[in-house]
């Protein structure tokens, strides 16, 4: 008794929003959570999982974000996501979220959605853009006709927020009978009447599922209701009378019952758009089709693309460049100075371990919140599905398709959230492809070490050196990544179907968003993997074989050369034989593990030089071909301690272990290589 | 009878046959992409993937499009309509 007069006191109600892709579901879910929400993972998949919670006059109402999808057949993680959520833990409301200006592809979710008996709030939004379009939507009617409340809404400009969320309340409160169910026709109604008679036979069935919906799943063949049946005391009488109609129907039809199925519910849908839906004018040329007929131009595609995104990138680092120095400033001056005034041990640990170590990664954060920022820009405003087009074509003669873009392009900036973005690849084959060829694409934290090398040794050239090392990664990913999907993950690909949007004006909102959960993932992995490898090297160099050094090791090659990193730069040395790098370079790689621009502040130490006296120091250890050689392992040696903890959270230890053996054996090949051709053809000396 | 991936941009084409798996003829189906289907090819890198648009019994068009790569314009046959 108590406990009913709590949830009296405090109603919740659980809503779920559901939607077509590129309908501003992601807009929708800010305007009514008001931003706030947390994020998690499905259960047993690793697609993001929004939830935010708003009060609305003295209710809770828990707010879900459904994957964007199209249908219900459980075709995909994100369509099996969406449907089990509405059928297994049945939300109070559902709000179907539909575009106003393409009603008839956007109804059919509604539908199958109502035929789900789900409690369907429609959000008829962007009505405006369907005015513009000469669409004239009668929504009054329309709501009748499927017997579900109907809000319009610009949720861009947060217009019918509020009634939605009190039409929200009022529908979780009190439910109306839905009207617009699809008729299947006397034949197939008969079938799917007689066939819930049975489900229903099965109470615990009848109390979970709608018995209807679950009879023409079974019709339609859907093997994922079939197993949901397969556990029911009473699955053989079911799914027998279930294959009987199938077949009983498909004679008498003369087609296959699932197409006709389908077809019914379109039917439906176009029922509904001719009654509430007047076209006023026949759309014009529209600005989307001039610049589509450009940017998807089959010769000019793809150069337009590399131009766009240099320009981002170009853009992104001259702007960032003041702020990174000032970063820079800030750790390598202010917070050093500051902590090295601590006495002893801890002094050292703070400045030398954590504030040096930590502050050369945080440096990158300019960079990449503008390299994020932009691409979050060419997402939002539509760019990156046209990119993703244009190289597609590519991409399938390398066994991938245009999905694989936006993850290796992000890896630019930083391979981090290259490998989380992966997770929009439907087809997991694709994906983990994707996923293990992402750390060879060079980030920003490799050019610091190019920018060295390349200035102490190839003085005239730095520029063209540097490019080629970011073409070389380039090359080096798609030869992987064809090689893994041809032979680790076989078989073949589910296929790239995507929206192609209009073009939309940004929003500042969205972007922002965007850009600051990629930026996340960065700063969490510094703060904690980083962090600890840090500490860890910082232990390594002050002790050795012969016990506690002291901390002034950290300033003094030769005492330096004693400690733990000096053995293993000695024993990498040997290792490191046929390209001849000495022991410093050697042991500056085992540094480069925790984040690779270590690799220019360890050499600097290791050498026992200033930064400044770096350039001098390096070319005398070089020649410029093992110093090319050198680059070009540095670039693929091995992936930073951050992006193997995010390959073993995305993908599991087995292939966080698989990419660092892999890449270490191609980046010792590629230097291999490097040093003997240019051996045998002359450049040695 | 020809792939879609090799129809000409700007045509009309009609869908002959899809040879995908269920999963797959179930999902293009949902986008109303099915035997019989008449489709207007936006833009194509012919051979290779297409955008687009599906044509109405009432000769309207959606404002909608779909881009499918090239592996998915190489299962779905189409015949031209003009």
């Known amino acids: 008794m108590e406990r009913r007069a709590l949830q009296l006191a405090v109603k919740k109600f659980k809503v779920a929003i559901a939607g077509n892709p590129n309908v501003g579901k992601s807009t929708l879910f800010n305007r009514l959570t008001g931003g706030r929400a947390w994020v998690g993972n499905w259960p047993g998949v690793t697609v993001e999982k929004k939830v935010g919670r708003i009060r609305v006059d003295g209710r809770y109402l828990e707010i879900v974000d459904l994957p964007g999808i199209y249908g219900l057949t459980a075709y995909g993680v994100d369509e099996l996501i969406a449907r089990n959520f509405i059928v297994e833990e049945n939300p109070d409301v559902v709000v179907n979220i539909a575009n106003a200006a393409n009603l008839e592809r956007n109804l059919y979710l509604t539908v199958s959605l109502i035929e789900m008996d789900a409690n369907v709030v429609v959000c008829l939004n962007m009505v405006d853009l369907a005015t513009d379009q000469g669409y004239k939507v009668n929504s009054e009617k329309l709501s009748q006709m499927l017997g579900v409340p109907l809000i319009p809404t610009v949720a861009v400009e947060g217009r019918g927020i509020e009634e939605l969320k009190k039409a929200v309340v009022k529908a979780a409160e009190r439910r109306e009978k839905p009207a617009g169910l699809v008729n299947y026709g006397s034949k197939v109604e008969g079938e799917i009447g007689r066939l819930s008679e049975v489900v229903e036979k099965d109470l615990e069935l009848a109390r979970k599922y709608n018995s209807r919906w679950v009879a023409i799943k079974l019709l339609e063949g859907d093997s994922d209701v079939e197993d949901k049946i397969k556990l029911s005391p009473l699955s053989r009488e079911i799914l027998d009378q ?128 503008f390299i994020f920022l932009f691409l979050a820009l060419l997402e939002d405003v539509g760019y990156m599905a046209r990119a993703a087009f244009v190289v597609d074509k590519i991409m399938h003669k390398l066994h991938l398709t245009g999905k694989s873009l936006l993850p290796l392009i992000l890896g630019f900036g930083c391979n981090l959230p290259g490998i989380i973005s992966t997770r929009a690849i439907e087809d997991e084959n694709d994906r983990k492809t994707t996923a293990l060829a992402c750390p060879l694409i060079s980030c920003s934290a490799r050019l610091p070490v190019y920018l060295v090398i390349a200035g102490a040794l190839f003085s005239a050239y730095v520029t063209g050196v540097v490019w080629s090392m970011y073409i070389l990664g380039v090359i080096f990913a798609l030869i992987m990544a064809t090689l893994f999907r041809k032979l680790l993950f076989k078989g073949p690909s589910s296929g790239f179907i995507m929206e192609l949007p209009p073009y939309m004006r940004p929003m500042l909102k969205n972007i922002g968003i965007k850009t600051w959960e990629r930026l996340k993932r960065f700063l969490f992995k510094a703060g904690t993997v980083i962090f600890i490898g840090v500490v860890a090297v910082w232990l390594l160099s002050i002790t050795g074989p012969g016990g506690y050094l002291g901390v002034e090791a950290l300033g003094e090659a030769t005492l330096l050369e004693q400690s733990w990193i000096g053995v ?14 000495g022991w410093q370079a050697s042991a500056a790689l085992f540094f480069g593990f925790i984040a690779k621009e270590i690799v220019v502040g360890a050499m600097a130490v290791l050498f026992g030089v200033s930064e400044e006296g770096l350039i001098g120091a390096v070319s005398g250890a070089f020649t410029p071909l093992t110093a090319y050689a050198y680059m070009a392992f540095v670039l693929l040696y091995l992936p930073c301690l951050a992006t193997l903890a995010i390959i073993r959270g995305e993908l599991g230890l087995k292939y966080a272990l698989f990419t660092a053996v892999y890449e270490f054996i191609l980046a010792y090949f590629v230097a291999f290589l490097i040093v003997g051709i240019g051996t045998l053809v002359g450049l040695g000396g | 009878m020809i792939p879609l991936a090799f129809a000409n941009e700007g045509s009309l084409v009609q869908i002959v046959e899809v040879r995908a798996g269920q999963g797959l003829t179930r999902k293009l189906a949902e986008l109303g992409l099915t035997q019989g289907s008449t489709l207007r090819i936006v833009k194509s890198l012919s051979p290779g993937p ?33």
Request: with cysteine; net charge negative.
């Open chain 1, 242 to 369: 279930a294959a009987e109609a199938r077949e009983k129907l498909e004679s008498s039809l003369g087609r296959d019952l699932e197409g006709f199925i389908v077809e019914k519910r379109y039917e439906f849908v176009s029922q509904l758009v001719e009654e509430c839906v007047g076209v006023l004018v026949r759309k014009p040329i529209t600005l989307t089709d001039m610049v589509d007929y450009v940017v998807t131009h089959k010769v000019f595609g793809i150069p337009i693309m590399l131009t766009a995104l240099y320009m981002a990138f170009k853009f992104a680092f001259d702007v960032a460049a003041p702020l990174c120095d000032l970063i820079d400033w800030f750790f390598g001056c202010l917070l050093y100075d500051l902590a090295a005034t601590l006495p002893g041990l801890a002094g050292s640990l703070l400045a030398d371990g954590i504030i040096t170590g930590v502050g050369s990664i945080l440096i990158f954060v300019p960079n990449l919140a």
């Open chain 1, 568 to 581: 293993i730069g000695h024993g990498l040395e040997k290792i490191f034989t046929p390209m001849g790098w």
């Open chain 2, 50 to 82: 297409v955008v687009v648009e599906v044509v109405n019994d009432n000769g309207y068009t959606d404002a909608w499009r779909v881009m499918l790569g090239f592996g998915i314009t190489m299962k779905i046959f189409v015949e031209n309509r003009g």
